[in-house]
């Protein structure tokens, strides 16, 4: 384990039993074994501090989603199952991170106040990914996206989808049930999106010459021999 593993380790402890306003420095050192004057080695204050932790939780949810997403996938799940497996297991490895902190709200609270940029970035990420995944799906699968609807608008309907069930469930919590709601709102959302592809016509092919005009061509004369006897 590297030393800023360690840290980050013990930061996420601390920030979960103290919230991030009465939580320290000097907290976070001691619950990872170092000096404060070792901890400022790697970051320069709380909020250096509470931005890489934030980070941190980012890319494991980004990475839980990409490999719930690519498992749903190889099992030959719907789009439906792989876009409610992506999603799920991106917000479950939050919810679970935070869980039995009596500070999860303010936490939230204050990671939008000190690395708002953090989550505008990891949401066009998940949003481009999620998009790049029901367009190789519904190509895979022969569906076809309804109402003129693209799939980055699929994408960005079910980021609403998670933040209006948000909305019910602060902090995410219960997360048993806040994933069980957004389960079903993200499905019902999705049937009523998606259907089968329509088949492309056939093209039409060349019209062929009636037996009639061939039968009055001399034998062994081109079209354009037969035109010139007539001259």
């Known amino acids: 384990m590297t030393p800023r593993t360690r840290i980050l380790d013990a930061a996420m ?6 919230g991030f306003r009465r939580s320290s420095i000097e907290q976070a050192a001691e619950a990872a074994g170092l000096t404060r004057q070792a901890l400022y080695h790697h970051f320069k204050s709380k909020e250096a501090l509470f931005r890489a932790v934030i980070e941190r939780l980012y890319e494991d949810a980004f990475a839980a989603e990409t490999a719930a997403a690519a498992a ?4 030959g799940g719907s ?3 792989i876009i409610v497996a992506a999603v799920t297991a991106k917000l479950r490895q939050m919810a679970e991170s935070l869980e039995g902190s009596p500070h999860v709200e303010e936490l939230f609270s204050e990671h939008l106040m000190h690395a708002r940029d953090l989550y505008q970035k990891h949401a066009a990420t998940h949003g481009e990914q999620l ?4 367009a190789r799906v519904c190509r895979k699968q022969s569906l076809a996206l309804k109402g ?3 799939p980055r608008d699929l994408a960005r309907c079910v980021e609403m989808a998670v933040n209006g069930t948000k909305s019910a469930y602060p902090a995410m919590q219960p997360a048993a049930a806040f994933l069980r709601d957004l389960d079903v709102m993200l499905r019902t959302f999705i049937a009523g999106a998606v259907g089968p592809a329509k088949p492309r016509a ?3 092919k060349p019209a062929k010459k009636s037996a009639a005009k061939l039968a009055k061509r001399p034998a062994g004369k081109s079209a354009r021999q037969t035109q010139g006897d007539r001259k």
């Open 13 to 18: 402890l601390v920030f979960r039993r103290q």
């Open 72 to 75: 749903a996938e190889k099992a």
């Open 79 to 81: 789009l439906a199952d």
């Open 131 to 134: 998009a790049a995944t029901i």
């Open 148 to 150: 003129g609807m693209t």
């Open 202 to 204: 056939a093209e039409p």
